[in-house]
């Protein structure tokens, strides 16, 4: 039997499902010893693509399992008041549990294959890697708080960055409103100039943690968090400067 507080399964399922336009519905996990690891994440939108996995000392090998809807699934693990949640596969399906409660809920699995068709052919998360430049900058928390905060000011459509040096520039318009503001970050970048899909505003503000980002002109956009329970990777790919 698998166990793993709920904070960190849930804080885990909202990394991968995120939200809007780049929302995954379903999902295949592979459960070992100490992890649980998302491969290859890929919502419907294809704009997006995600890997990553969550840390747990009490976790033990389960195996694979395929998610058919990820957000039933938060709701199945949010139903428990407990703080550590217990996972046990049985053929088709896996059984929720808590040491502290009488309930249990028993979620029907998806087979793997039928996912693995619709996602890309021949591709793997680390196989997109290559297409990530190397031109990399970190935001603290602080920073990307900021940022969510100022995109929902003017709800733009698209997100205009541009990067030179220690700065990087932030430019949004809504109509004929506009709103542009700088951050200083540690490193020296190479100038870029990039346009994004807010997709990217609903990504930071699930993450809403320290984060590095990689980019250059007309490239996609690399965002990596990571901490001692969390490790995620996403690709969000850039739009066409006019």
Avoid: W
Wanted: glycine share 2%.
């Amino acid at each position: 039997m698998s166990k793993i507080l709920k904070s960190d399964l849930l804080r885990f399922i909202d990394l991968i499902k995120l939200k809007g336009e780049i929302e995954s519905k379903s999902v295949i996990l592979n459960i070992n010893d100490n992890t649980i690891e998302a491969p290859f994440v890929v919502p419907e939108s294809r704009v997006l693509s995600a890997c990553g996995s969550v840390k747990g000392d009490t976790i033990t090998k389960v195996g694979e399992v395929c998610i058919v809807d990820l957000k039933q699934f938060r709701n199945y693990v949010n139903t428990f008041n407990s703080d550590v949640i217990n996972m046990v596969k049985k053929s088709n399906k896996l059984e929720l549990t808590a040491d502290e409660e009488k309930l249990k809920i028993s979620m029907v699995l998806l087979d793997p294959q039928y996912l693995i068709a619709s996602m890309p052919k021949n591709k793997t998360f680390k196989d997109l890697l290559s297409y990530v430049p190397d031109n990399k900058f970190t935001f603290n928390k602080e920073q990307v708080q900021k940022f969510v905060k100022y995109t929902s000011v003017l709800t733009p459509s698209y997100v205009y960055f541009e990067g030179k040096d220690n700065i990087v520039t932030l430019k949004l318009s809504a109509s004929e409103n506009k709103l542009s503001t700088s951050f200083t970050i540690p490193e020296t970048v190479k100038p870029f100039k990039i346009k994004l899909s807010n997709f990217f505003i609903d990504l930071l503000s699930i993450i809403d943690d320290n984060i590095t980002i990689s980019t250059e002109a007309e490239q996609p956009v690399y965002i990596k968090y990571h901490n001692e329970n969390f490790d995620m990777e996403y690709i969000l790919a850039s739009l066409k400067m006019e």
